[in-house]
């Protein structure tokens, strides 16, 4: 094993401790909503508190007491919360399997899209702010003026009953167009956080 690798292990390794004890608070945040029962809306909350567990557990890796100095330090860094957040992705959807609860989008991907935030977004706002709780803030409204700009194609689209018609709703299979939108713009915007983020310690 080359010197570089090992290096690169052993903070990766050092990584994961230092977030073992705010990656266990984000892995059992949305637990109790999940066993509470198989209702809908206990998906969708449960997933709001998975995506905030994730964004506290992101700012607390990226966290501006210590900051990545390298490209080195950015990716384990990067690598243990990926690591985190997968296992997290992993426990929701079993749980969430296990307590009959139903989605109308499947749980591994509704987990998937609601985490993607935290691994670009989030770390980037915490990085350019150098204040966690504000970068969890402005992470949730960006998230949620994706999905109102997606609710005004869906007026567009639709007409001015778009939102009697189902069209806004929560519900995968009404509300396609406005839900596609609204992941789809999430994914982009954390995917050009992410690219930034990497360009900083790329210099």
């Not at 557990?57 to 990545?68: C, G, R, V």
């Not at 992993?90 to 749980?95: A, E, G, M």
Request: positive net charge; aromatic residues 10%.
């Amino acid at each position: 094993m080359s010197k570089a690798l090992m290096n690169d292990t052993t903070s990766l390794a050092a990584e994961l401790r230092r977030l073992l004890f705010p990656w266990s608070f984000a892995l059992l945040l949305p637990i109790p909503l999940l066993m509470a029962g198989g209702e809908h809306v206990n998906s969708d909350i449960a997933a709001l508190y998975l995506a905030l567990g994730a964004a506290w557990l992101a700012t607390e890796a990226f966290h501006p007491s210590q900051p990545p100095a390298t490209l080195a330090q950015w990716r384990s860094r990067m690598g243990a919360l990926v690591i985190y957040l997968a296992i997290n992705a992993l426990v929701f959807s079993l749980f969430g399997s296990f307590a009959g609860v139903n989605s109308n989008i499947p749980l591994p991907l509704l987990a998937a899209l609601g985490l993607a935030p935290s691994l670009g977004l989030v770390p980037w706002l915490t990085l350019r702010l150098r204040q966690p709780y504000a970068a969890i803030v402005l992470g949730a409204l960006a998230v949620a003026t994706i999905k109102l700009a997606a609710c005004v194609v869906a007026r567009v689209v639709y007409g001015p009953d778009y939102i009697a018609q189902g069209y806004a709703s929560a519900d995968w299979h009404t509300a396609k167009l406005m839900i596609s939108l609204m992941w789809l713009g999430t994914l982009s915007a954390s995917a050009v956080a992410l690219v930034a983020c990497r360009r900083r310690f790329a210099r």
